[in-house]
């Protein structure tokens, strides 16, 4: 057998994909900031919940596994990164909050990161306190929460309208 050719045809940096459900058992929960001790371990566990639905699922065309697979979907194209670019923790904050807050469940999982990149800009521009309380406390404050909420149901609210009326929400 031939070792694989280092010649690929994608070119330039190929996104990856964090495996949460191996990084967290690797690491811990106890190795998580603050912001993220409640959010990952609620990854972790929906994953494996999608993950289930697929394997003991009687018929894979039932509405509930392709909801799960959709979730899951949607979770795993959130967390895609430039290889030696790492998510900023508070942008990661916004993005599991969105994820886990059903702010993406009208999004096709393909545009996941085009939704949460508007939605991290959207903050950046109108409320960059939010992210900059964040990124110094590593926790997730009630005042945060409520900023990264409303500036997600302002984008959706934006998006809905752009998109002919549509309701987003």
């Known amino acids: 057998m031939s070792a694989p050719s280092s010649s690929t045809s994608v070119k330039g940096p190929v996104p990856y994909t964090i495996n949460p459900k191996l990084s967290v058992t690797r690491i811990g929960s106890r190795a998580y900031y603050k912001a993220l001790e409640l959010m990952a371990p609620q990854i972790r566990l929906e994953l494996a919940q999608a993950e289930d639905a697929r394997k003991f699922a009687a018929n894979q065309d039932d509405p509930i596994v392709k909801r799960y697979e959709a979730y899951s979907q949607r979770i795993l194209a959130s967390l895609q990164q430039q ?3 790492p998510v900023p923790l508070e942008d990661l904050v916004v ?3 969105g994820i886990q807050n059903g702010f993406a469940d009208t999004i ?5 990161g085009n939704f949460f990149a508007e939605a991290l800009q959207h903050i950046r521009k109108e409320n960059s306190k939010v992210l900059a309380d964040i990124a110094a406390s590593k926790q997730l404050t009630a005042a945060s929460e409520k900023g990264i909420r409303k500036a997600l149901e302002l984008l959706l609210k934006q998006r ?3 998109s002919g009326g549509a309701s987003a929400a």
């Open 160 to 162: 809905g309208a752009q």
């Open 95 to 97: 993005i599991l909050f």
């Open 83 to 85: 290889p030696g670019h």
């Open 108 to 112: 096709h999982p393909k545009d996941v």
